[in-house]
């Protein structure tokens, strides 16, 4: 149940000439006491995290009686061209959620937003190492602080490998070897969708070149050469029944034994497998794939690890202190900690993690278990370069590259089309 002092407006917003529209609302205490100061605060998500994060703000605005909270909220659907209008026009929220991608965009010389590292006192870094708070660094100013850290992992139906008397797979060549048993029962060892799907073929790629997808800067680099590379195994891969077309791939698979594995973001799994959790299927994180099936022996997977979401404060509050305030609450309190528990992936706040760890939510949690993995591989791991993420390119390359795996074009006019797209049509932009 809301405070009586909280008021709740539906907005609906239609935006621009996309026919994207979404809904948002704003929750304002209402008060005319100019002692009081008012803070903006926003974000996405499902009804849930709208739900948990207003509690939140209800009992930080009990604990803070001298700061009043607006909240903006919506389904992602819109949120980034919402937010683009707020950065433009110098009007973004004093506490905002924000994209991985968006310190780049909003950020390039670090003075997009406001630079936690003067709040210090307010907002306790301590509970981040270096490497942490590094993800939100822009040119050495800390323009936002992760919620959790995230990068795809491979999820396998332990059941069907142990069917088929299989070991869950640890190099390229297992997977090929497992479909060589299960393809007969029209089984696949692994599906996944589009974005895995080029994240699989960089990994790949990379593992057995030690050649980088992008350059220091940014930007993308891959050669005709090194998109053959990749389009040829994705060719083979679905030549041997290793995976599951894309256009096929869902939960729906793996539920029905379809698939034997799927590749995804850590953050959520739990909600997403609980269907097939509550039938005691056993769901267990794979090692990421390598050239010798020994990843202690491997120097750089060629898999990524970016922040799931981060917080930020704008650099035109007029509230600073109380933004502060109330970021730290978001991040590191007790009563946050246990509202939101691992929704947004598993919190990198120490102080977060000790107040869940003694709740036992960590107990058979599968995002915990991944995220475990992820830490401890994770300096094998590049942190993310925001174009690869870009539609423009991996769909461009799924979409382009289906005509060279149906057979209907040849390796080189799919090569020579990607390429014209990643580096002549704007990908890079």
Request: charged share 25%; net charge negative.
């Amino acid at each position: 149940m809301r405070s009586k002092k909280c008021i709740l407006t539906i907005l609906l917003l239609s935006l621009c000439s996309s026919a994207c529209s979404s809904s948002s609302a704003l929750v304002d205490y209402n008060n005319n006491n100019k002692d009081i100061a008012q803070i903006s605060f926003s974000w996405w998500g499902n009804d849930d995290r709208i739900s948990y994060t207003l509690d939140g703000v209800d009992i930080f605005c009990e604990q803070n009686p001298n700061i009043d909270v607006k909240c903006k909220y919506g389904v992602w659907t819109g949120y980034d061209m919402r937010q683009n209008i707020y950065m433009l026009s110098n009007e973004s929220p004093d506490v905002m959620q924000i994209n991985f991608d968006w310190i780049q965009s909003y950020s390039p010389d670090g003075d997009g937003f406001y630079n936690i590292y003067d709040l210090a006192d307010e907002v306790d870094l301590s509970n981040f190492s270096e490497q942490d708070l590094s993800y939100g660094e822009g040119v050495g100013k800390l323009n936002a602080i992760p919620i959790a850290l995230n990068t795809h992992c491979i999820f396998v139906n332990k059941d069907i490998y142990s069917k088929y008397g299989l070991d869950i797979p640890k190099s390229w060549d297992d997977y090929f070897k497992a479909a060589e048993v299960m393809r007969n029962d029209n089984v696949y060892p692994i599906s996944m969708g589009n974005k895995p799907l080029f994240f699989f073929l960089l990994a790949y790629f990379e593992q057995t070149t030690g050649k980088s997808a992008c350059d220091e800067d940014g930007a993308l680099v891959l050669t005709k050469d090194d998109i053959k590379i990749m389009l040829e195994f994705y060719s083979r891969l679905m030549d041997e029944k290793v995976l599951m077309p894309v256009i096929d791939s869902d939960y729906a698979s793996l539920a029905n034994g379809h698939s034997a594995a799927t590749m995804r973001w850590i953050s959520g799994t739990q909600t997403t497998f609980d269907g097939l959790f509550k039938k005691n299927v056993d769901i267990e994180v794979a090692p990421y794939p390598t050239i010798s099936g020994n990843i202690d022996s491997t120097e750089h997977l060629g898999w990524y690890v970016k922040p799931a979401t981060l917080l930020a404060v704008s650099k035109n509050t007029e509230n600073p202190k109380e933004a502060a305030k109330l970021l730290d609450f978001l991040l590191n309190s007790k009563d946050m900690a246990l509202l939101q528990k691992t929704e947004k992936g598993i919190p990198i706040s120490r102080s977060a993690i000790e107040v869940l760890s003694e709740s036992g939510e960590f107990e058979n949690n599968i995002d915990y278990t991944a995220t475990e993995r992820m830490l401890n591989d994770e300096d094998k791991m590049t942190v993310m370069y925001p174009i690869l993420e870009k539609t423009d390119v991996y769909k461009t390359f799924y979409d382009e590259a289906a005509y060279y795996v149906y057979k209907e074009k040849s390796l080189d006019e799919v090569t020579d089309k990607i390429y014209d797209l990643f580096y002549n049509k704007g990908s890079q932009k």
